[in-house]
């Protein structure tokens, strides 16, 4: 049995802390600054992490491994069957040509690249992950962008940072639902708490897209758009948050969203369209079509060419219902993990009370999301006329084309397994947690500082939910404050997260890039963080009242 020690450097928190920092930075330093391919930065990273784990927080070599391993394995299945499936889909569609027909069905509502960006990266996305998660957003938007001609880094990008303010009520409530079950508290009540912080960020993230893309001056050109799309997701959300629970918040928000924005564009267009640099213009467009290049699409035809990304949204959904998932999950295969299953116990904070952990692995070949993503690449074969033999070579090459992003993914979610069965992820928490009368301001960046390791806003509730109740209580606080702002803070980390990064660039061709990525995003990820930890201060000490009492 190994007991994790949360104070190996001189007996001290904050020391301890600072070392077990020293992965994270190197992982940022090797691909911010020394532009390492990630998975080079990734296989590095994990080295010393074991290290650090063995030589400083005495954790067993062969756990240390084990716990790796486990984390790779995860990495793989389910998260890495999600991004190859779905980036599956979208070469299917652009080798048969359909992909074609979706870029000009996107082009007749309009040729903005900034509403094309609010439709799929904000919208469409929001959708995705509020029926699938764990990647599926990035991979499938982010591929849809760049196959309509984005620059791959805006592509990949918009699509991590328009994935922010859904991210809490992904895969159908998920996040909440388990922080409530691991802290036993009312998942309504966190939901509540949830849906009174992130509004605000789902009505500032479709406003910074358009800074980030074009400009303050871009952004005042479309701001009826943003204003639209942020404001009607932002209600939606909140009410069904409020009013409903933590299952259909992303759902019914980004349908709303996406039905408001398409209403507004029947009768308002910005007045200047905007393209990237060296692209070609609104007039050069306009003057292509006239001559006859491409033809004006039929209503069968774009219906069509979409199919294959409807059908993908009916077998996610079907795929949520928990008959379905009930049904399937019995071709699950779980098991007890190797040399880690109760062989490393935790000590909780403030009570004191070790407990071993357990841990599985699940191999659930039928209800993984993956699957019914890859149900949906055998439908778009027939929708798409596609032959067997290009369906298996177009199998092949994505294969081929996603090894290295595959292996970066497994890498990270092992770097976040060792983190968390090492202690090292538990003693950053209880440094942030000493903080006392701040820790109101700084509870959001535990949530961060989780979703950043894990690549999940479930799994870092599922690590932190229990120290923000008792650190909440022992501080004379509502811990529905402190959990509400451990999963909204944390969809701010999800845009810096290794793993995100890595299905970014997969979806986008820029594997070798990921280091331009993280530029990309790490300065909007530590400004929205520290947006959400003022308006949780706000909440605390100005707002109390407003805060939901159990």
């Given at each position: 049995?190994?007991?994790?020690v ?6 001290s928190?904050?020391?301890s802390?600072?070392v ?15 532009r390492?391919?990630g998975h080079?930065a ?5 080295v010393?992490?074991?290290l650090?784990a063995?030589l400083v ?6 756990k ?13 299945w ?16 652009e ?6 027909i ?9 040729d ?7 439709l ?6 929001a ?18 962008l ?7 880094l805006y ?13 809490a ?7 909440i639902t ?10 309504l ?6 849906g ?8 500032l993230v ?6 980030v893309m074009?400009g303050w001056k ?10 639209t799309?942020?404001?009607s997701f932002?209600i939606?959300q909140?009410?069904v ?5 933590p ?5 019914l928000?980004a349908?709303?969203s ?6 507004l ?6 007045k200047?369209?905007w393209?990237?640099k ?27 060419a979409w ?8 077998m996610?959904?079907?795929w ?14 779980v ?7 109760k062989?490393?116990a ?9 407990t ?9 070949i ?11 690449c055998?439908i ?18 994505n ?5 290295y ?21 538990a003693?950053?928490?209880?440094a ?27 799994s870092?509730?599922?690590?932190f ?23 909204a803070g ?9 793993q ?8 986008t061709g820029?594997?070798?890039r ?8 790490l ?9 959400i930890?003022?308006?949780?201060s ?6 109390p009242?407003?805060?939901p009492?159990g």
């Amino acid at each position: 049995m190994f007991t994790q020690v949360y104070k190996p450097v001189f007996g001290s928190l904050g020391w301890s802390a600072l070392v077990a920092l020293i992965p994270i930075l190197f992982f940022f330093w090797a691909l911010a600054v020394r532009r390492m391919k990630g998975h080079v930065a990734a296989l590095l990273t994990v080295v010393l992490a074991i290290l650090d784990a063995w030589l400083v927080f005495r954790m067993p070599v062969d756990k240390a491994l084990s716990a790796t391993v486990h984390g790779m394995l995860t990495g793989l299945w389910p998260i890495g069957w999600i991004v190859f499936t779905a980036v599956f889909l979208f070469r299917i569609t652009e080798r048969t040509g359909y992909f074609d027909i979706i870029r000009r069905s996107i082009s007749s509502i309009t040729d903005d690249r900034r509403i094309q960006a609010l439709l799929i990266a904000f919208s469409f996305g929001a959708f995705l992950e509020g029926t699938a998660g764990f990647g599926t957003p990035v991979a499938v938007a982010a591929s849809m962008l760049a196959g309509l001609g984005f620059d791959p880094l805006y592509a990949a990008g918009i699509c991590l940072l328009a994935n922010t303010a859904p991210v809490a009520f992904g895969a159908v409530g998920i996040p909440i639902t388990a922080m409530a079950a691991s802290a036993h508290a009312d998942s309504l009540l966190i939901s509540q708490m949830v849906g009174r912080i992130l509004p605000f960020a789902s009505i500032l993230v479709p406003f910074w897209l358009m800074v980030v893309m074009s400009g303050w001056k871009g952004m005042r050109e479309v701001w009826p758009a943003a204003l639209t799309c942020g404001l009607s997701f932002a209600i939606t959300q909140f009410l069904v948050s409020n009013f409903v629970g933590p299952e259909l918040p992303d759902i019914l928000a980004a349908i709303v969203s996406i039905v408001c924005l398409i209403i507004l564009l029947r009768f308002w267009q910005p007045k200047q369209i905007w393209r990237f640099k060296g692209e070609a213009s609104a007039a050069e467009m306009a003057a292509t079509r006239e001559r006859g290049a491409e033809p004006r699409l039929t209503g069968g035809q774009v219906f069509h060419a979409w199919s294959p990304f409807l059908v993908l949204c009916v077998m996610i959904i079907l795929w949520a219902l928990p008959a379905v998932k009930a049904f399937l999950g019995k071709a699950t295969i779980v098991f007890n993990w190797p040399d880690l299953n109760k062989l490393v116990a935790q000590t909780t904070p403030i009570v004191a009370k070790t407990t071993p952990m357990a841990v599985t692995y699940k191999f659930d070949i039928l209800a993984a999301t993956g699957t019914s993503i890859l149900i949906a690449c055998i439908i778009a074969k027939f929708i798409c006329r596609q032959s067997w033999t290009d369906w298996f070579r177009t199998f092949a090459d994505n294969l081929h084309e996603l090894r290295y992003p595959l292996l970066t993914i497994a890498l990270v979610v092992g770097f976040g397994d060792l983190f968390n069965y090492s202690g090292m992820s538990a003693t950053m928490a209880m440094a942030l947690a000493a903080t006392g009368v701040l820790f109101p301001f700084f509870s959001p960046f535990l949530g961060w500082i989780g979703v950043f390791l894990t690549g999940s806003d479930t799994s870092s509730n599922l690590l932190f939910g229990g120290l923000q109740k008792l650190t909440a209580q022992q501080l004379h606080m509502s811990p529905y404050l402190t959990m509400g702002a451990n999963s909204a803070g944390g969809v701010m980390g999800k845009m810096i997260s290794p793993q995100s990064i890595a299905v970014g660039a997969s979806a986008t061709g820029l594997v070798g890039r990921e280091g331009d990525l993280y530029r990309f995003t790490l300065k909007h990820s530590i400004a929205l963080v520290i947006f959400i930890a003022l308006i949780t201060s706000v909440y605390a000490y100005v707002f109390p009242g407003a805060i939901p009492q159990g």
